[in-house]
């Protein structure tokens, strides 16, 4: 049934506190939602999320709309759904970049297929291999006693026994202590690992990392730009503790580089930074291919979002580091009927028909904004 309409809404969803980053402090996370209308009335949902407006990366929420409704919109209308990657080359001939852009209509693609077919997303990308996966929360409270008192609280609770530290953002020497001081009320029961979105040059890296490496942190994310692939290296050989590239993993392309140098030993993954599911499925190939293990990463999207990248994750047979899919739990509001499910340490992965969760109207019309 051929795609008859393309829908693409802004969102701003508030979150149950403040979440700290090293350049932005998130209060509303914005996502941005598509929806698909066939020529039958059927309907395929999507989402990505943003941090920070233009902040975090290049991908903006009003970018991705109007490059969709202006760009993309007219090379999909008309077209079978069920050809999504046929459909996608197509758009790669004719958009560059706006990754976010692409993987939010290949995923509405993907979901108004599935639900076509009556199976879940996953059924598309060779069946599910996992059920359920490790799932860390990021503490970025930006407070050492509330962070601590959240982790305790969360390992009581087994929701979550891996726990993300948001630094980067302050003097490097208080980021260190504060990390340390952390790892030493939760001690052996949980993992701690940090995330520094980019703002330490080499120098500084390299004296904070081995101080973390010595603390016992369990793995350093992105601590330098974008730009400084060969610093990554330096540090990916020089340190133990393994080396994420996330902010500097999105294409397939920039993954292959990474591999080839060693840019980083293990990669996030974010289905919207490598363009959709299915240049996810290759950046997970080329990481299985040089042995570099993999993070089922987020954007902080909301529970469709990460219906998606749960059971995009799902399809993937080694997920080395688990995930940080806790998006949902993040938020005062959902703009789905069912909710994504955490258990004993882990996220359910949603097995419903498309990607598991029924989209609310109400809500979405409720949480849109213009751009
Ligand atoms: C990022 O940089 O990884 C993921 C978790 C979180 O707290 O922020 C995001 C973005
Ligand atoms: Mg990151």
Redesign the pocket.
């Known amino acids: 049934m051929k795609i008859r309409s393309v829908d693409i809404y802004i969102l701003d969803l508030p979150t149950i506190r403040p ?1 700290q ?1 090293a350049m932005h402090t998130i209060v509303e996370q914005t996502l941005v939602v598509a929806c698909l209308t066939d020529e039958a009335g059927n309907e395929g949902w999507s989402e990505v999320a943003t ?1 920070g407006g233009a902040s ?1 990366g290049e991908s903006t929420p009003e970018a991705i709309k109007v490059n969709i409704d202006r760009y993309i919109s007219p090379l999909i209308i008309g077209k079978e759904p069920v050809h999504f990657d046929k459909i996608m080359y197509g758009i790669s001939k004719h958009v560059r970049g706006n990754y976010f852009a692409k993987s939010l209509i290949e995923a509405a693609m993907v979901d108004l297929t599935a639900r076509s077919k009556e199976v879940p997303a996953f059924e598309l990308f060779g069946g599910q291999i996992h059920k359920s996966l490790p799932v ?1 929360w ?1 503490l ?1 409270s930006g407070d050492t006693d509330r962070d601590i008192e959240e982790a305790k609280e969360l390992l009581h609770q087994k929701r979550h026994n891996i726990f ?1 530290l ?1 630094i980067g953002k302050g003097d490097p020497i208080k980021n260190v202590e504060h990390v340390l001081e952390i790892k030493k009320a939760v001690g052996d029961e949980a993992r701690l690992t940090v ?1 520094v ?1 980019q703002a330490w040059d080499e120098d500084t890296a390299n004296a904070c990392i081995a101080r973390l490496e010595d603390g016992g942190i369990s793995m350093i ?2 601590p330098l730009p974008t730009w400084n692939n060969e610093g990554m290296a330096r540090l990916t050989s020089r340190f133990k503790v393994p080396i994420m590239a ?2 500097s993993a999105n294409s397939i392309q920039d993954c292959f580089q990474i591999a080839k140098h060693r840019a980083g030993n293990s990669i ?1 993954l ?1 289905v919207c930074k490598a363009g959709g599911m299915t240049q996810t499925k290759k950046v997970a190939a080329i990481a299985e291919a040089a042995g570099i293990g993999l993070y089922g ?4 999207e909301s529970s469709l979002g990460t219906a998606i990248c749960a059971q995009l994750y799902s399809t993937i047979p080694e997920m080395k580091f688990g995930t ?1 899919l ?2 949902p739990l ?1 938020f005062k509001d959902t703009i789905t009927v069912n909710d994504i499910q955490y258990e004993n340490f882990e996220i359910i992965i949603p097995d419903g028909v498309g990607f598991g969760v029924e989209i609310d109207k109400e809500k979405v019309q409720h949480y849109s904004r213009e751009i």
Do not use: C, R, S
């Open positions: 979440h980053l941090i975090y860390a990021t970025a993300k948001k995330d979105n994310e992105q996330d902010e996030a974010k990463g987020t954007m902080i940080e806790f998006g993040l």
